[in-house]
């Protein structure tokens, strides 16, 4: 039978994020309700699917969904079967640097150091303790923006970041990604400078498109001081993550997550787990569409020819 209906989806939070009650994820409401899905996950930017007992397969399926998914350049972490699949864990897995066991702490958006960065990315919880601890949070970066004063949001549509996947302030920084890669890789990781509000490709809603400058390796705000920089990128990054605008998810045993990285951002809490407690996910990436600027005149994303090294 036929499911084009639209999802029953109960919001999360205040300004986004839904628990989507129907359909379930199996290969059918895939095929069937997929377009009704993606069109829900525009609404709502984050998707949550409870209990969904799936394979690596549908669940590699239920990706496709949200764009074309991405094969991870890194091998050890991919899944054995499904080559776009990878695998989250908090423990020492063989062939694992340590600090994988905690990635994604501290708030991002997923590849934004890259010309065209991630699209969706989606969670399944396939070992998830029953112990408080190692939550995902969520920040709506979109409804942030809009909350702003008109003046200030007409400066901000002026301005670009520069980004770099292995910039630090600190190179020495435990979580300076600079350590974590070779010189043919440091090579590879060009700067890259993206407008600081985006417009949506499918929605044409406008976001603030910016992470802190230690874990999102942004090196800071084209053509202001530094300090000035700083000063703006924490007055924006403690806006976005107010709790007017933060969903907090706590994993149950097999909940699949979905979220738009172009509009959301979000944060690992797996430090504040113990080890002893598992926790295994599944994670599909989509490739991303390019960062349109809400200002034509600010131009596209583009690699910067004075690139910091
Ligand atoms: O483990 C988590 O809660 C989120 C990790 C993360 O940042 C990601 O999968 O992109
Ligand atoms: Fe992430």
Redesign the pocket.
């Given at each position: 039978m036929a499911l084009e209906s639209t999802p029953i989806a109960n919001r999360l939070a205040a300004t986004f994020a839904a628990e989507v009650k129907s359909p379930n994820l199996t290969s059918e409401t895939i095929r069937e309700s997929g377009r009704a899905i993606y069109e829900t996950y525009l609404e709502h930017k984050v998707l949550v699917f409870r209990a969904q007992d799936i394979t690596a397969r549908t669940f590699a399926d239920f990706g496709t969904i949200f764009g074309r998914p991405e094969e991870h350049h890194v091998l050890k972490l991919r899944h054995p079967e499904e080559p776009t699949l990878t695998w989250?864990s908090n423990q020492n897995e063989p062939g694992r640097n340590k600090e994988m066991k905690t990635?994604?702490q501290g708030w991002h958006s997923?590849y934004s150091y890259k010309l065209v960065p991630g699209s969706a990315?989606m969670?399944h919880g396939l070992e998830i303790p029953d112990t408080p601890g190692g939550d995902?949070l969520f920040a709506d970066a979109e409804a942030a923006f809009a909350a702003l004063p008109e003046e200030r949001k007409a400066y901000l549509r002026t301005l670009r970041v520069r980004h770099q996947y292995r910039w630090s302030p600190d190179r020495e920084d435990p979580w300076a990604r600079w350590k974590y890669i070779g010189p043919e890789e440091r090579k590879q990781t060009p700067e890259i400078t993206h407008p600081l509000v985006r417009r949506h490709p499918d929605t044409g809603r406008e976001t603030l498109f910016i992470q802190p400058r230690i874990i999102g390796s942004v090196i800071g705000i084209d053509g202001l001081p530094e300090d000035e920089s700083t000063a703006l990128i924490d007055e924006l990054i403690a806006h976005i993550t107010s709790d007017a605008f933060v969903y907090r998810h706590r994993w149950s045993p097999l909940d699949v997550v979905v979220w738009d990285n172009r509009c959301v951002l979000?944060s690992?809490t797996?430090k504040d787990l113990d080890e002893k407690h598992v926790r295994r996910?599944l994670?599909l990436t989509t490739a991303g569409s390019a960062v349109t600027p809400s200002l034509p005149e600010v131009g596209h994303s583009r690699r910067s020819p004075n690139s910091s090294d």
């Open positions: 989250l990635s994604g997923d990315t969670l995902t979000h690992a797996t996910l994670r």
